[in-house]
């Protein structure tokens, strides 16, 4: 996370989605998501390798993620601070629905070196292709 470069800019938002071409999951344990196709980093305090965003400042932040997913699988992500779960949203897996969207955002006041990213459940699933799973976030105050 470029400090120097927040000094100058004084914003901090990032906007990332999910790249993988196909469905991402089930997994038996909850995961970190890496979304990893990066639209805007500005702060560089996104890191999409890890999924990770670290508060390069005391503030508050608004974060939100969205998703796609098939039907028949459960989907859903959570909202996790510093491994606490913030806010949810999920779905059953169903025979005769064919897709899923959900969603949910949180406004957080957050300390310098908090972490904050987005988790999909155990055993559930998203769809990693047409940008259709994103995580967003920027500093507000
Ligand atoms: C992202 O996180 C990985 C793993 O912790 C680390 O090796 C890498 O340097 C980080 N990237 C940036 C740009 O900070």
Redesign the pocket.
């Known amino acids: 996370c470029d400090k120097s470069l927040l000094f100058y800019v004084e914003k901090v938002a990032f906007c990332a989605t999910l790249n993988e071409n196909g469905p991402y999951g089930p997994f038996p344990q909850s995961k970190d998501v890496p979304f990893n196709k990066v639209y805007t980093n500005i702060g ?1 305090c996104y ?1 999409c ?2 999924g990770v965003f670290t508060a390069p400042v005391e503030g508050v932040y608004y974060f939100s993620f969205f998703y796609h997913a098939g039907g028949k699988t459960p989907s859903g992500m959570q909202l996790v601070k510093n491994g606490q779960m913030i806010v949810q949203s999920g779905d059953h897996g169903s025979k005769c629905d064919t897709a899923y969207n959900g969603g949910n955002a949180a406004v957080l006041q957050l300390k310098k070196h908090d972490r904050v990213c987005v988790q999909l459940l155990a055993n559930h699933h998203v769809w990693g292709g047409g940008d259709s799973t994103t995580f967003n976030g920027f500093l507000l105050s």
């Open positions: 560089n890191n390798s890890t």
